[in-house]
């Protein structure tokens, strides 16, 4: 079992940057591919962005490639996701998900078996 606790989200102006954290507890933490998602209102839960157990892999939805980073540190069982040039569109509450047997390619919301309660990231423009 693994509890995963989301922080960093808040307001930003469009243009702006912020850094969410997904904070994991269990000791096979290392082993999960981790992944982000998000939900906008009115919206069904996208994928984000994901990241394989050793880090050497990401893989990232069309339009967030080149604005947001996903990163890892085993040693502190902590996922992050680095978001820069925010647009209101990605205003969201930000879901932070793991994956037992899911590769890095894993999309979809059935591949992860872990979630987070979720942090809201709002975008003013």
């Known amino acids: 079992q693994v509890q995963l606790v989301e922080s960093g989200g808040g307001l930003v102006q469009a243009g702006g940057s912020l850094r969410l954290s997904c904070a994991a507890s269990?000791?096979?933490?290392?082993?999960?591919?981790m992944g982000w998602f998000r939900q906008a209102p009115g919206k069904e839960r996208e994928f984000v962005a994901s990241?394989?157990?050793?880090?050497?892999?990401?893989y990232y939805t069309d339009s967030v490639k080149g604005r947001f980073t996903i990163s890892r540190d085993n040693a502190k069982n902590t996922v992050y996701l680095q978001m820069n040039s925010l647009k209101a569109e990605d205003t969201a509450v930000y879901y932070c998900?793991?994956?037992?047997?899911?590769?890095?390619?894993?999309?979809?919301?059935?591949?992860?078996?872990?979630w987070g309660q979720g942090t809201q990231v709002t975008v003013s423009s």
């Open positions: 998900a793991a994956t037992i047997r899911g590769s890095v390619f894993a999309t979809s919301r059935s591949a992860y078996n872990f």
């Open positions: 990241i394989n157990w050793t880090g050497g892999s990401t």
């Open positions: 269990g000791r096979t933490f290392s082993t999960y591919t």
